[in-house]
């Protein structure tokens, strides 16, 4: 099957630019969906170490990246930079980022029922992105521990001038059947949420368990939901911590000093990194690949989501290596501030409104790269008979599952898929995913080289099943909530 | 089987002090090793709570309890009171300690091959006891990263000034395998010796990788073996950062800035705590159950070591609630400073070296409450049989085998067992022990209630039969090293 027969003028002209910017690259024919052509990306992308090499440099040699730092500027100039290498056409868009910065961060069990003379005990905690500061020296309060919203409603007029600590446990027996997304969201909803709500009601400061399954007293940070004008002190407290202060709580009355002092500077200057490889005799309709460049402040963020970005970059290198030309543009997107604002998205979103409906299907790997299964997707049910040999060439790597939703309502894609771009995402084994997600455990070490390849086996697979596609896979139509 | 009718005068006198200070409990027989009293043992062990609280009280009310801190002092406090409580006869025994204060400690890694301008990394680090401190501001060196002593002395012309990494990983297959003090004990020597090694050959400090096999970025402290006059700055680094370090040295020159600021205080007042049950006819013979009061510093030490001293404490709870007088006598020791001198020890085998002949066995529960499968001691070989009457009652709980070694070698037990006495220690599944020892996870939460009762069960019924066994058993012979 020889594509090129069929270019018409617009195909032509973006593959002569991309001749130009793809250097060193000959003219050749897109093989398109062709099994033995998917069997090959698949075998190129297992044994291939780029993704690996981009994930180390990101991780090691740049670090953190929360939005506003040293570090997210260094990733926006580390991926360019190598995507430039790879011959592609690279865009920098600017965004405007939240500029959020941690502080000193300690709290001290000061009182307690049983407390021996002289004694103090310091808990393990980490501030939520958003949080604002105590005074310097701390502030000191009752600590009311509560299990649910439902109880802090009952427990009102206790809450003012106290520091409330949400302790509702992460179920890790939820995550260890296949519905990690869904704990989470059963426990992140209370660190978005939670400071917000114990403010309104008059709290001096809000503490919610940290939200993941590991026992090695890692504090989990992550955004929390609250705007200027009611903003108060807000942290997540280690799993064991949360424990000892409930304990504590039940022995009779405890009060903590709380220390945090982060600052919210004005918004900063960020961008995403858009780079394009061409399509040719529809160049003008686009795909997707992305991650999203920002990490959390106290690791490396290698699964969330160094790795999910140099999965994407491999996406170009393999069909730079296979000399493998898509007949629609692949076009890489790493995403900055997915973590605290999604300003990122929100920015191509804005810029793009209008040409959402060339939009084809946009991916996005962001779930750590635990091992993949298959791919998750918002396209319509009709649709799905169509990827058939996509998954087919995907079940020898085992990761032939291909699992519809209504709305994938991920960080990133979710205003594209809101205007009717179908999402994609790998589906990897997430299990273990929230032992590690914003920790300072989420590290290079945590990544498995065998699953990331699978990983860029799946995008890439996707990515060029995508491009290449005859019939239309039609657009996503997410739910009214 | 009534022993009373053979109680000799000594043993009569001992009861009546007994049937003082064991307040409100009459003076009755004592069933001795008959199968049936040491089944009681074991089950009244399985549905007792007590030395839960013991732990939850240790862990929760006082927290941390370095030697010379106020929660090791108050842990001295809080065992005494629990012991007389009980009934027991309470001595303080004073041991002067060392008294080592953990201070500020960061690593930062602000020179390496491809580092992006403006970015430095943190990496996560802990003093170990016994370092000096360095400047307030840190010091300033290029790193070398070693694998082995080996490498250490084939590169001794690049050590003088600059900080030396030993990166030699936890072997955890070998834990996995049974073999966890032994892989510890491999780690371990990098910990206790590379510091004094690296002091020797001019290094301006010295860094471990953390001995253990949890990868949560946790640093494992823990003492380090250098003498004043050659102190030099020691920190364990995660296992994370230690890997990353050595990922970055292969890149090329790598160098960090380290701030330390431990202090090395005068010499602290503390006690061992002592509480005995006396025998009955064998009075004046003792057999010691024991566990440690001291606890490093980053956590509440759950299982390292309060749930070994509550297990101690328990078997005299036990012993209280059945009426079971013991031949012999029962002796607590809660010992003080095991971590970092082990000189309650040495206090108290100083104190009783001349009554070393009268020490019959001496038991310490100090490797955590993972599942107990049975008893390790050293009494010769030839007396293994005798012990099949106790083997029989904790088979039941799955803690029936009997392992005998020629020395177990253990922290406060090894001075009494080269004088001779052989040392039993409840023989523990310690396959994830090294993943919170040492650590800021090491608390309570990790403790199982059921592998603490069934801990109880075996130090309990152990410390009965010996306590009434009627033919000697033997002295423990340590072989030459």
């Known amino acids: 099957m020889n594509r090129r027969t069929r270019l018409p003028a617009l195909g032509l002209m973006a593959a002569a630019l991309f001749a130009t910017s ?19 990306i698949r075998d190129a992308a297992m044994t291939s170490d780029y993704a690996w090499e981009r994930t180390a440099d990101m991780t090691d040699l740049i670090g953190p990246r929360l939005s506003g730092s040293a570090g997210a500027a260094a990733a926006v100039t580390q991926v360019a930079d190598a995507m430039r290498k790879l011959g592609a056409k690279v865009t920098l868009q600017p965004v405007k980022v939240p500029h959020w ?57 206790e809450v003012k001038g106290r520091i409330v600590l949400f302790d509702v446990p992460f179920d890790q027996h939820m995550a260890d059947r ?47 939901g609250m705007q200027d004008g009611a903003r108060i002190p807000a942290a997540a407290v280690s799993v064991e911590d949360a424990m000892l202060m409930s304990r504590l709580a039940k022995r009779g009355p405890l009060s903590m000093r709380l220390v945090l002092t982060p600052k919210i500077l004005p918004d900063a200057d960020s961008f995403n990194v858009i780079a394009d490889l061409p399509g040719t005799d529809k160049a003008d309709e686009v795909v997707i690949v992305s991650g999203h460049l920002d990490s959390w402040d106290l690791a490396t963020g ?62 996005e790997s962001d779930n750590g790269v635990g091992r993949p299964f298959g791919m998750r997707t918002s396209v319509p049910a009709a649709s799905t008979r169509l990827f058939a040999p996509l998954q087919a060439a995907l079940l020898p790597i085992g990761a032939g599952v291909f699992q519809r939703q209504d709305a994938l309502s991920t960080g990133d894609l979710s205003g594209l898929e809101r205007a009717g771009v179908p999402s994609f995402a ?55 909530k």
Do not use: C
């Not at 060193?24 to 069997?39: H, K, M």
């Open 101 to 157: 910065v941690r502080g000193a961060e300690t709290g001290e069990l000061v009182e307690y029922t049983g407390r021996p003379a002289g004694i103090t005990q310091r808990v393990v905690l980490t501030a939520l992105g958003g949080s604002s500061a105590t005074p310097a020296e701390g502030l000191k309060a009752q600590v009311i521990v509560v299990n649910s919203f439902d109880e802090l409603k009952a427990r009102a007029s």
């Open 22 to 40: 793809f250097a060193g690259s000959a003219l050749a024919a897109s093989p398109g969906n062709d099994p033995a052509a998917l069997a090959r």
């Open 178 to 224: 296949g519905l990690a997304g869904p704990a989470y969201g059963q426990g992140s909803n209370y660190r978005t949420n939670g400071p917000r709500i114990a403010a309104e009601m008059g709290a001096a400061a809000a503490l919610v368990r940290s939200v993941g399954g590991a026992d090695y007293r890692l504090p989990h940070t992550g955004n929390t």
């Open 426 to 480: 790998p589906l990897v084994d997430t299990s273990a995913y929230f032992d590690y997600h914003h920790t300072a455990a989420d590290t290079l070490d945590k990544v498995d080289p065998d699953n990331l390849r699978r990983n860029v086996a799946v995008m890439a697979a996707t990515a060029w099943f995508l491009a290449n596609v005859e019939e239309p896979i039609g657009r996503a139509s997410v739910p009214a």
């Open 302 to 363: 290698a699964h969330d989501d160094a790795a999910g970005v140099a999965s994407a970059m491999a996406v170009f290198d393999l069909l730079k290596k296979l000399d493998y030309r898509p007949r629609r543009t692949i076009r890489l997107i790493a995403w900055m501030n997915e973590e605290n604002g999604t300003r990122g998205a929100r920015a191509y979103l804005e810029a793009q409104q209008a040409n959402a409906g060339t939009h084809i299907g946009a991916i």
